[in-house]
């Protein structure tokens, strides 16, 4: 009896003397963290993918409270909605941004860039890379070995079997920017969705000079600057062989497209040519993307 | 006998054509001058489309003090300044010749004799062969002039010649050794005075021995040469492991340099190069080139003008054989596989190896068993197997602290692995990236 009136005695006295000091420790040692930081986490998407370029959402979070202001901060994942969330707790004004999607600029599929030699080594880009120029004639395009693949932790490329590209699902890409990181060849890019998600790019990234170019792959860039003269906003400039369409400018027309004696240019999301303008060869090239038809953008 | 303390592999030697004399080999119709063929900035072109250049005229300017010039191998018209695809397997600068007969600048002496005397300072003979473009010639092509002029410091006590030649195939050194013996031993004594050292070792495998007796007989006309033998192991011409083997130093992690345990370590062929140019004023533009391969039919080694393509010496060793499955660049350890058989000869081309099919297949990679034979391998004692995992898992902090940097990308690891494991791979990649946040750790310093 007297065994368990010591124990509960001694066990209680511990008990309430450790909860003195915890006490005591919690109220002197309290960091104060300002409420808001939680509530902006709160609505974050919890991706801590670390495209917004902070160390995860309670990181990204911390610095919009700190910034006092919204400026050139977005959440690439929730995008404009969660946003404005942010700013209506922080009471701030939302900063429209523009929705960006990844855009693969390489269009050397295999039946269009002939393989000559065979990659046995380590199925990694970067890897592939740093040995030598890949398995085509093309140093500068896809190699193929899907580094950008395993990179996206939405699911949002895969690698298509047929063409050996990458392929983006736009509906599912959060332009977190982790493929473009993860490219060694700098063949991704960010661009904007473009009004109804219509995009017009250069899908290439060859510097070579024309006549290399050519050789190596049927639909590579060999910087003739046929789009650059066609183009009336001045969005095509050329430089190291290689054009390329500065989306803020271009208004969609696709005349450089057409222009493309390559096929060079990609026009992605366009309702079909009219029936005259069918016959040319660049309108296969028009829906080949992804997700092939016209797509609503629902941040529109 | 003499090896190295850490690690090592002894692979097949198969050294097929170490009994074929040294062949002259044709020239090519056009010759190739890539303008990046040794560490350093790349050299600067002086000549442009349609200049007239004889053999042994100055095509490119060194583009910095760790650089070197490039001469011209053959007389011709410089028919364009453009890119090519170089053993890296990626288009660099380079200058194309189109051979047009075979007329030589009048300042090289072209005669068989010997010249042993010189009244050259120290001074001089490294401006000589500075001027020359000589570079290290065992495969690294670092600058030689460069590792002549010591850092602040540090004092050179011995020159250590490598005429080691522990790739498997390769034989270029080995013939270089038996057919210009004296030649090489000049040469050795004008790195000496360059260095300003009285003592110079010179290190060969005893799978060698004709060269070993011939050069040691020699040897001793020569005050302060030494010849060493030494016993056949993998990847004993490695800079650090060969002052192991001859001098028992061990070179600190980097970014310490041989010259830190006073030593200057220079290949056989290298020295052939300071002979000839600052004996015979001949800037480096030729060197000895081994084909070889188990399928080929006459592997062979050749006096090669630099700016050949290799496949004008593949063609001259009875043509590329069937069952070819690889073309690689240097020997089968450290060698790279070619993209195209026209990558032009560099100066660190040290030879041409057709593997068949079989040999170059790559096994299939399985999981690793802990057995740590690539880390009783491993040279430079690191431990391959966590370099790779941590490449893998792109932990370039903890792999930095590993030493990752120490590695000198023998293979050895992989070569020893059971379980086929592509380590290098992986190392190279780590190596690549750690190199990258250094040089930019250092530059925001």
Known sequence: MDLILVAVISLGAIGLVSAVVLFVASKKFAVYEDPRIGKVAEVLPQANCGGCGYPGCSGFAEACVKAGSLEGKLCPVGGQPVMERVAAILGLDAVASEPKVAVVRCNGSCEHRPRMTRYDGVKLCAIANATYGGETGCTFGCLGCGDCVSACQFGAIRMNPETGLPEVDEDICTACGACVKACPRHIIELRPKGKKNRRVYVSCVNKDKGAVTRKACEVGCIGCGKCVKVCEFDAITLENNLAYIDPNKCRLCRKCEQECPQGAIIAVNFPPRKPKTEAAPTEQLATRPASGEEKQNPNE | ?445
């Open chain 2, 1 to 445: 006998m003499k090896t190295f303390r850490i690690g090592g592999v002894h692979p097949a030697e198969n050294k097929l054509s170490a009994g074929k004399a040294i062949q002259v080999l044709d020239l090519p119709k056009q010759a190739v001058f890539p303008l990046s063929q040794h560490i350093g900035a790349p050299a600067v072109p002086v000549v442009k489309r349609g200049d007239v250049v004889k053999v042994g005229t100055k095509i490119a300017e060194a583009g910095g003090f760790v650089s070197a010039p490039i001469y011209s191998s053959v007389s011709g018209k410089v028919s364009k300044v453009d890119t090519v695809i170089d053993a890296s397997g990626y288009r660099k600068p380079a200058v194309y010749i189109d051979v047009e007969g075979d007329e030589w600048e009048e300042g090289i002496d072209r005669s068989q004799t010997l010249v042993c005397e010189t009244s050259l300072s120290p001074e001089e003979i490294v401006a000589k062969i500075k001027d020359a473009g000589v570079v290290g010639m065992g495969g690294a092509c670092f600058p030689t002039h460069v590792k002549l002029c010591p850092p602040p410091g540090a004092k050179a006590e011995c020159v250590i010649i490598n005429g080691v030649e522990c790739e498997p195939y390769l034989t270029a050194d080995h013939r270089l050794m038996l057919e210009k013996p004296d030649e090489i031993l000049v040469g050795v004594t004008l790195l000496m005075k360059a260095a300003k050292v009285d003592k110079a070792y010179i290190g060969i495998e005893n799978n060698k021995p004709d060269a070993i007796s011939l050069l040691a007989e020699k040897a001793q006309a020569y005050p302060g040469i030494e010849v060493v033998p030494l016993k056949v192991k993998y990847p004993q011409g490695g800079e650090k492991q060969l002052i192991d083997a001859v001098i028992r130093r061990q070179v600190p992690a980097p970014p310490a340099l041989p010259i830190n345990v006073g030593a200057v370590v220079q290949n056989v062929g290298t020295v052939y190069a300071v002979y000839e140019a600052v004996m015979k004023n001949k800037p480096l533009f030729e060197r000895i080139v081994t084909v070889t391969g188990k399928s080929l039919k006459n592997p062979s080694n050749f006096l090669t003008r630099m700016g050949t393509p290799m496949s004008q010496l593949i063609e001259a060793a009875g043509g590329m054989p069937e069952d070819t499955g690889k073309v690689i660049g240097g020997g089968p350890m450290m060698g790279k596989a070619l993209a195209n058989t026209e990558v032009p000869i560099c100066k660190g081309s040290s030879g041409v190896l057709l593997m068949n099919r079989k040999e170059a297949a790559r096994a299939e990679a399985q999981p690793c068993i802990r057995c740590a034979k690539c880390v009783s391998a491993c040279p430079m004692g690191l431990e391959p197997f966590l370099l790779a995992t941590l490449s893998m898992h792109k932990e370039w902090e903890r792999v930095e602290k590993e030493d990752i940097m120490s590695c000198i990308e023998c293979g050895s690891c992989q070569f020893t692995c059971p379980s086929h494991r592509p380590m290098l791979d992986y190392i190279r990649l780590g190596k690549t990236t750690v190199g990258g946040i250094i040089r930019a750790r250092n530059a925001k310093k």
